[in-house]
């Protein structure tokens, strides 16, 4: 006799599954009764709810009140960047603008050498001088944009007018204006930092990426030319000041949050367009198929028993989490626990097996890209301290004429303590190496002390290796680096 065990689960949290009970003879001559017995059974699921870290009471209000862009009062730092944004949105961006900010601080300035930047810096002063009012004023009056069918306009014309600031620098070294280079630098820094207050991530990510090269060119000057004492002085000051001032890290993710019952609200309207790519990009044979299941998906989102309450109650514990990180010291144990709650794949089979799929689904489309996003962060702030220690050593250097052989040198006459590691919370790094050259490295993401090593890409997550590395030969690497892509 075989007992042949079946058990059949729904995709229905509150329905249970049904376990078939079937009894067959094997031999034709003992043919007994078929036996089919059904029993309630609970599904076996994966709740992701319950597998999320534990985290203390926290605040998830943003510190700052919701603000319209209708709000804006006439006069704030966003209406003057705003305008600013309008004035340069006029001017369409020539087709080598991109390639010659690449080339800034690597190739001595001239009028034929920058024809785009040129015309760019002469067509743009009106708005990069609303720009630089507007980073002057201390009531921002940021927006705060909280639904994902919002609009960021004025992005990536101030994007534009940050690197025409950077184009101004370079043309001013070329006339060994260093006071004024180093100004129109931290003009550029200050037009980025202006965006993120109070904003959201997408803010935020324009603020490091233009924070970024501008402290690049920061360096590369530095490590070309004398610069005055007087310029070093005041631009060390000043990135300690935004170091000091950065809004926190966590705020974002407040901002964020603020979507949640929106982007839910969309998830659960039938009539509504898919807004989730479960699928991701490239060719794949199979993406219409699974994009077709998203729809699916999509248009039965009740099925699943839940209700957007709930499912908006789940997101914001996801968010509780992310926020819980923000606060706290970068942590790859804690990054690798909250991404563990994510790694079971997801795919139309998952459905019927994970509490609250739809929850689930829309944070793993999105929760993926945190760690990447939470590392560039620190990354920024390494850059940023990076930057600093490199402008104290040349200044050192130009003065005692010879190299520090410890950071700790250049306390206090140049920098008023050795800058922290943002990954591991310690001094930055500094080893200095034969033929007068030297490099600062931050352990980066994945909190290793390589001793320096430049991984051949990057790391942009905790589980890459290599250090993030700022060098004396950074001109030069670049420099080839510009020419082998030529």
Known sequence: MLLVFIRVTSPMRRVPGVLLIFCVSLYPGLCGPFIVRAAATEPQQYDWVAALPQTGPGRLEPARPVLKPADVLPGSAFDLLRRAADIEAKFLKPPGFDAEVKQLNLVPWTAETFPCLTKML???????????QGTTIPNSQMPTYNSPTDSFPHLQPLMQIG?????????????????????????AMDVADCLSRG???????????????????????????????????????????????????????????????T????????????????????????????????????????????????????????????????????SVERLRNFDAVFAPPLDSLDWKTTYDPIGYCLAKCTIPIFSLVN??????????????????????????KHLPMTLNELVPGYLPSVPL???????????????????????????????????EKRPTKYDMPGDLVYSSTEFDDEKAKLLKNK
């Open 263 to 330: 982007l839910v609200t969309m998830f659960f309207d039938p009539s509504g367009p898919a807004i989730l790519s479960i699928s991701g990009t490239g060719s794949d044979p199979k993406r219409a198929e699974r994009d077709e299941s998203e729809m699916r998906l999509h248009r039965h989102a009740r099925d699943f028993g839940f209700s957007p309450e709930e499912v908006t109650a789940h997101l914001q514990k996801v968010y509780a989490q992310l926020i819980d990180i923000a606060e706290k010291p970068y």
């Open 199 to 261: 904003s959201g991530l997408i803010h935020r990510l324009v603020e490091i990426s233009s924070e970024v090269t501008a402290l690049r060119s920061m360096r590369l000057i530095a490590l070309q030319n004398d610069i005055t004492p007087t310029a070093t002085r005041e631009t060390i000051q000043h990135l300690l000041k935004i170091d000091k001032e950065m809004e926190p890290w966590a705020e974002v993710y407040r901002q964020e949050g603020q979507g949640i019952p």
């Open 122 to 132: 002469r067509e743009s002063k009106e708005a990069m001088e609303l720009a630089e």
């Open 163 to 187: 690197k025409l600031f950077q184009a101004s620098a370079a043309r001013k070294v070329n006339e060994k204006d260093f006071t004024g280079a180093y100004a129109d630098l931290d003009k």
């Open 375 to 400: 590392a560039r962060h620190y990354w920024r702030v390494a850059e940023l301290r990076a930057t600093e220690i490199t402008l104290a050593i040349r200044q050192f250097e130009q003065t005692e």
């Open 421 to 455: 590691d943002p990954f591991d919370h310690k001094p930055l790094r500094y080893i200095l190496k034969a033929g007068n050259k030297w490099i600062v490295y931050s352990v980066g993401p994945n909190q290793k002390d390589e001793g320096g090593l430049v991984a």
